[in-house]
């Protein structure tokens, strides 16, 4: 099992910046892949950025430019910073890490981001 808590939420004004972190922790050795994902009001959950092991990332093009993700596999922290912030960023932005390639991905509670214009 792997616990996934983040933290870094909070109210910002347009073009303002956040900055999320997600620690996990469990019977884990090392994870594979971590990202993030956000879930708007009414909309489907979708895939912000994700990172390999070996810290390659990938973004939605909603975010490129503008959203950077990094880890430490020592501390097995993700971390979102996030610029240029706008109103239809606002959500639920949740933690996710794997194991391996080939299990499920953990998730974790998630953090409220709410951007005002």
């Known amino acids: 099992q792997v616990q996934l808590v983040e933290s870094g939420g909070g109210l910002v004004q347009a073009g303002g910046s956040l900055r999320l972190s997600c620690t996990a922790s469990?019977?884990?050795?090392?994870?594979?892949?971590m990202g993030w994902s956000r879930q708007a009001p009414g909309k489907q959950r979708e895939l912000v950025a994700g990172?390999?092991?070996?810290?390659?990332?990938s973004y939605a093009d909603s975010v490129k430019g503008r959203f950077t993700i990094s880890r430490d596999n020592g501390k097995n922290t993700v971390t979102l910073q996030m610029n240029s912030l706008k109103p239809e960023d606002t959500g639920v932005y949740y933690c996710y890490a794997r194991p391996s390639s080939i299990s499920p991905r953990y998730w974790g509670q998630g953090t409220q981001v709410t951007v005002s214009s």
């Open positions: 990172i390999t092991r070996s810290s390659v990332p």
């Open positions: 469990g019977s884990i050795s090392s994870l594979n892949d």
